[in-house]
């Protein structure tokens, strides 16, 4: 089964500034999608970016980028200039590619984040 | 166009009772599935459907929690003989189909609360 870590419950950051988010997972799988999601005090969960395990290229978008290290089986999530907006409950999460997994998402236990004015 | 919508927002119920939640999908999307987010437990996935089939129930926690989903649209999951242990924000999340290569689309969730 595969599993999923976030170690720091917390992070807080100065607006502006940037943050690193980390994630660790465990699979035997050799294919496989990983994503970080927002989820603000509203409750919706929105996805910020996604990783194919296939391609070596960090992925990014705009303000969000992520390092991943496969050997590793690490996925941190780097917040650029960090604004108000951002202040959310992030997790990390992982699907298997192929097999019988079906795109069900295994989830972290979250790590919250608080921007400071 | 509209996402997905979940209804009720917040439900309060007496333990023991049974409880309907509600999915709406997004129009066009095959793939549905329901997740639970508690304290205790995090997040976690329940069940997913393809159309109106649900293969795999494996992720329902007790026999008491059930799901069906008509027309390849609305889904309801239901909870009978309610626990205290229930309580939870309950998220449905609907694709275009059910491949991990698909964005899952999240509604906001109903929060569950058994006294």
């Known amino acids: 089964a595969q599993t999923v870590t976030q170690s720091q419950p917390e992070m807080s950051v100065q607006e502006a500034e940037t943050v690193t988010l980390s994630c660790t997972y465990d699979?035997?799988?050799?294919?496989?999608?990983l994503f970080w999601y927002k989820q603000p005090p509203s409750r919706q969960m929105i996805l910020v970016i996604r990783q194919e395990a296939y391609k070596q290229q960090n992925a990014t978008e705009n303000r969000f980028s992520v390092n991943f290290q496969k050997a590793a089986k690490s996925f941190s999530l780097k917040i650029s200039d960090s604004q108000l907006g951002d202040t959310a409950m992030y997790f990390c999460a992982f699907t298997d590619a192929g097999g019988t997994s079906y795109g069900k998402l295994t989830f972290g236990q979250g790590t919250i984040l608080t921007v400071h004015p | 166009g509209a996402g997905v919508s979940q209804s009720p927002s917040n439900k309060v119920t007496e333990k023991g009772k049974d409880v309907e939640l509600r999915c709406d999908p997004i129009s066009g999307h095959t793939a549905l599935y329901w997740y639970r987010q508690s304290l205790g437990q995090g997040l976690e996935f329940l069940i997913y459907f393809q159309g109106n089939s649900a293969p795999d129930k494996s992720g329902l926690p007790s026999d008491r929690f059930s799901a069906e989903r008509t027309g390849g649209s609305v889904s309801t999951l239901t909870i009978q003989r309610t626990q205290q242990e229930d309580s939870a924000v309950y998220l449905c999340?609907?694709?275009?189909?059910?491949?991990?290569?698909?964005?899952?689309?999240f509604g906001p969730g109903t929060r569950l609360t058994v006294t």
């Open positions: 699979t035997s799988e050799s294919n496989y999608y």
């Open positions: 999340a609907s694709s275009l189909e059910l491949a991990a290569e698909y964005e899952q689309y």
